[in-house]
């Protein structure tokens, strides 16, 4: 991995990931279902994301990268949000926008 943008970017999603997961446990436990099935499909939007990460990472120097954004496949987005992930207000720079030095919110 030679860019550290994507390795920080990287790092963000797995302390979001592991956020993500222990409120989840905490819902469960506290006999909170509804906020624990709301945490899914944010859980799976990260995971999502970082697996496309984890694959540009792993990317020969010198080519392009194909990245779908979190959330494009299966159900990874709640009901109603347009077509964008639930978390993608609270990232910053996506991996895509990393890879091509696209600023946030463009």
């Not at 592991?18 to 006999?31: G, I, P, S």
């Not at 694959?55 to 709640?78: C, K, Q, R, Y």
């Amino acid at each position: 991995m030679t860019d550290p943008r994507l390795e920080d970017h990287l790092v963000g999603l797995e302390l979001q990931l592991v956020e993500l997961v222990e409120q989840q446990h905490l819902a469960e436990t506290q006999y909170r279902p509804e906020d624990a099935v709301r945490l899914g499909p944010q859980i799976t939007a990260v995971q999502h994301e970082l697996a496309a990460g984890a694959e540009a990472a792993m990317v020969e120097p010198g080519s392009t990268p194909t990245l779908e954004p979190a959330g494009s496949g299966g159900n990874a987005e709640p009901a109603g949000s347009g077509g964008r992930p639930q978390h993608a207000d609270v990232l910053a720079p996506t991996v895509e926008q990393i890879l091509s030095g696209t600023p946030p919110g463009l």
